[in-house]
Nanobody, 115 residues
Framework: QVQLVESGGGLVQAGGSLRLSCAASGSIFGIGAMGWYRQAPGKQRELVATITSRDRTNYADSVKGRFTILRDNAKNTVYLEMNSLKPEDTAVYYC?????????WGQGTQVTVSS
């Protein structure tokens, strides 16, 4: 079993910054790609950013140049550094981790950007 613990969400003014963290623990041998998704009220969950085990990254067009995904393999942790936040970035953010043939999800952390 794999557990994902997210932290770092909160309320921030437009233009501000936040850093999300997601730490994986448990049976995590063979951890692969890690990523962040988000879901705003009334909308479908969407990809924000992913990072492979070889540090190849992929970003949604809406966050390119503002968000950075990083991983610390020694800590089994993935981060999402969010700058120049906009009200439209308001959502619940979920981390996502592939371990062997399974995909695990965090519990979600709320990010609210006020205008």
């Amino acid at each position: 079993q794999v557990q994902l613990v997210e932290s770092g969400g909160g309320l921030v003014q437009a233009g501000g910054s936040l850093r999300l963290s997601c730490a994986a623990s448990g049976s995590i041998f063979g951890i692969g790609a890690m990523g962040w998704y988000r879901q705003a009220p009334g909308k479908q969950r969407e990809l924000v950013a992913t990072i492979t085990s070889r540090d190849r990254t992929n970003y949604a067009d809406s966050v390119k140049g503002r968000f950075t995904i990083l991983r610390d393999n020694a800590k089994n942790t993935v981060y999402l550094e969010m700058n120049s936040l906009k009200p439209e970035d308001t959502a619940v953010y979920y981390c996502n981790v592939d371990v062997r043939t399974f995909t695990y999800w965090g519990q979600g952390t709320q990010v609210t950007v006020s205008s």
